[in-house]
């Protein structure tokens, strides 16, 4: 019986001191810092991870901080910029908490803390963007300006024990009534320009064919008169040739000439008309060409043998 009572008051003074163990002790994490409160008021800051002692409730209390980096999205807000455009933005913020002290005593906890840089931001992005133009925000300089905001968030959230990592503009457009008329004035510029761009390219290629039509009357021309040359020597050393020839043995000249000129005029599907005595077929009644009841000469043998040129008309 006594044996069982006490076991009985060990196993109680065993739970009744692990009760107070856990009531007196916390635990810090890595991401974590703690601030010890006594009757409300902040006895320590803990920013070390480890295991702590401390007074059992309600005596001290322990509240713990978040050391990573926070998340704050920031609600779409209209803003007119310096060129008179009205715009809709949407920003995002990152920050931490750097000084737990000054944190729990400015603004307590994390949602009011969200509550009061919210503000912040929002002024700050106001007072940034209505100093600069829809271009600049949306193209040529839109870091040095996300990067201003930051610096004057900083500056207005050290107040607050909290560190400002970064703001981002997420969005920066018009609203959505006038997207509408600037998307047409832009697609009307653009046919614009490109109206213009085809009728100089059209003015260009004009301009190339004339030039290469100009070029090439020019290089035909000058090669048709080189032919023509080229041919009028060939022609008069043709007439030269056929000269000497002539000068050399007229009747067999003759002859030659009266055989290009049969050559030249009987084909096996064309039809003459002529007599058998004429001249043109001398050499046909006569091996030495002479015509029947006229003297030959020399002069004469010639003037009888017609140029191809001069040879009868052929009728189908």
Known sequence: ???SVLRIGLLALVAIAAIVFYAATFVVEQTRSALVLRFGAVRSVVTEPGLYFKLPA??????????????????????????????????????????????????????????????????????????ATFTSMVRTDRSRLMNRIRDDVNREAARFGMTVVDVRLRRVDL???????????????????????????????????????????????????????????GEGERNRVFAEGFGKDPEFFAFYRSMQAYEASIKPADRMVLSPDSPFFRFFNSPDGKIAGQAPTAD????????????PAARP
Do not use: H, W
Not at 100 to 121: D, E, G, M
């Open 1 to 3: 019986m006594n044996g």
């Open 58 to 131: 309600p005596f001290e209390q322990v509240i713990l901080l978040d050391n990573r980096i926070l998340d704050l999205d920031l609600p779409a807000q209209e803003i007119i910029a310096s060129d008179q455009k009205r715009l809709v933005v949407d920003a995002f913020t990152r920050y931490r908490i750097s000084d737990p002290l000054r944190f729990y005593q400015a603004v307590n906890s994390v949602p009011r803390a969200n509550s009061q840089l919210t503000s912040i931001v929002n002024g700050q992005v106001r007072s940034v963007l209505a100093e």
């Open 175 to 233: 609203p959505q009534a006038n997207s509408q008329a600037v998307f047409q004035r832009m697609q009307t510029e653009r046919q614009r320009e490109a109206a213009e761009a085809r009728a100089l390219g059209a003015q260009q290629a004009q301009e190339i064919r004339a030039r290469a039509d100009r070029d090439s009357t020019v290089i035909v021309a000058e090669a048709q008169r080189r032919s023509d040359e080229v041919r009028g020597q």
């Open 300 to 311: 004469a043998a010639p003037a009888q043998a017609p140029a191809p040129a001069q040879a």
